[in-house]
């Protein structure tokens, strides 16, 4: 397939999720009535979901290169955060390696110091300051180092220390529309890196929805998740079981796990659960 569809857009299929976000928004609550000094959003969660979601269907954490299909070594997740939540405050993009056996609370802080440490530095890595130098070049010679972007690529001539920067090097990038109320897109693949997995994740709306059992309705919280997949890197078929265990973790992460070994955070959620039932 690599050389049949030669380009990663040429090769990308879109499909689309509605979730129920309702469980993940008491997780959130609750979990930050019990560690205020590190807030945590549905994106953690989505974070957190997608990170057991490859650990459970390690096919998706696969790339392309030079026609050749490589098993990646480690989960790493892209993701663009708000240097502050002003308008026209610019996108800070990060990347981090997620351990599978590191615990929510654990991830949720070491990604609150990596945000610090970029907001501290301006926004700004070490790719920003290659692709500066690039950009000072002439045109002529800028379109020629450009032109030897995929040979290099293809033959893994790029440095460890050049990738490992790169959040375009990563096993996903998810980015989340709905913490600035916007709906999500079905966003392009970039030709450029190795990303075979885009996620965009929607703001969350009431909706009344049908109980299947008894066919009343019921309001639920309903936010929609866009999905752009190469599917050089593995069939729809076992994608589309990663993405359903993806929705699964995240309708119901307590159940999934999430909270295990956080038992302040449980007995939050039973007091959102019992406020929550007395005002019904």
Not at 49 to 59: A, K, M
Not at 129 to 139: F, I
């Amino acid at each position: 397939m690599p050389y049949v569809m030669r380009t990663r857009n040429e090769s990308t299929v879109y499909f689309e999720q509605r979730i129920d976000v309702g469980n993940a928004e008491r997780f959130v609550r609750a979990f930050n009535e019990v560690h205020p000094e590190s807030r945590t959003s549905l994106l953690h969660v989505l974070l957190w979901s997608c990170r057991q979601g490859l650990v459970e269907f390690p096919n998706v954490n696969r790339f392309i290169a030079g026609g050749r299909l490589y098993q990646r070594k480690g989960i790493w997740i892209s993701y663009s955060a708000k240097q502050r939540m002003k308008k026209g405050a610019p996108l800070i993009v990060l990347k981090r390696e997620f351990d599978p056996d590191e615990s929510f609370a654990g991830m949720v802080s070491a990604m609150g110091e990596q945000l610090h440490a970029a907001k501290f530095s301006g926004g700004k890595n070490t790719v920003d300051g290659e692709l500066k130098l690039v950009l000072m070049l002439p045109g002529f010679l800028r379109r020629l180092v450009f032109a030897a972007y995929p040979i290099l690529e293809a033959y893994g001539m790029f440095p460890r220390s050049f990738i490992d920067n790169d959040p375009l090097y990563a096993s996903m990038f998810l980015t989340d529309l709905g913490s600035l109320g916007l709906d999500p897109v079905f966003h392009h693949l970039y030709e450029y890196g190795n990303v075979g997995t885009f996620g965009v994740l929607g703001r969350a709306r009431a909706e009344q929805i049908p109980d299947p059992d008894s066919g009343r309705l019921e309001r639920k919280r309903i936010a929609m998740i866009r999905w752009s997949f190469d599917e050089r890197i593995e069939d729809g078929l076992y994608a589309g079981y990663g993405i359903k265990q993806v929705k699964k973790l995240f309708e119901d992460p307590v159940k999934g796990g999430i909270a295990v070994g956080d038992p302040l955070v449980l007995e939050a959620l039973g007091r959102d659960g019992a406020a929550g039932a007395e005002q019904a």
